[in-house]
Nanobody, 118 residues
Framework: QVRLVESGGGLVQAGESLRLSCAGS????????MGWFRQAPGKQRELVAR??????ISYADSVKGRFSIARENAKNVNLQMNSLKTEDTAVYYC?????????????WGQGTQVTVSS
């Protein structure tokens, strides 16, 4: 059984940094792609960044140059968030997929709250 556990959320001021971590367990084939999503109140869940086991990385335009995704190993992924803005406030979810194209996500973490104050 695949499990994803996020950590590292919290309350910070605008301009500060925060690092999220996601620890996965289970079949390694379920971690071909790992990613971070976020959902703000009243908004749809959106993909923030994703990373494949082959090294491909992509970011949402809204976080390019500020956020960095990195895989510690095959099942763990971090999200370094710098220069945080109030609009980054959301619940952040870790997700994994057995695929490589980012169109289907098989497993989700429980989410961690990130709040950025002005």
């Amino acid at each position: 059984q695949v499990r994803l556990v996020e950590s590292g959320g919290g309350l910070v001021q605008a301009g500060e940094s925060l690092r999220l971590s996601c620890a996965g367990s289970g079949s390694i084939f379920s971690f071909n792609t790992m990613g971070w999503f976020r959902q703000a109140p009243g908004k749809q869940r959106e993909l923030v960044a994703r990373s494949t086991s082959g090294g491909a990385i992509s970011y949402a335009d809204s976080v390019k140059g500020r956020f960095s995704i990195a895989r510690e190993n095959a099942k763990n992924v971090n999200l370094q968030m710098n220069s945080l803005k109030t609009e980054d406030t959301a619940v952040y979810y870790c997700a994994s997929s057995s695929g490589f194209d980012g169109t289907r996500w098989d497993y989700w973490g429980q989410g961690t709250q990130v709040t950025v104050s002005s």
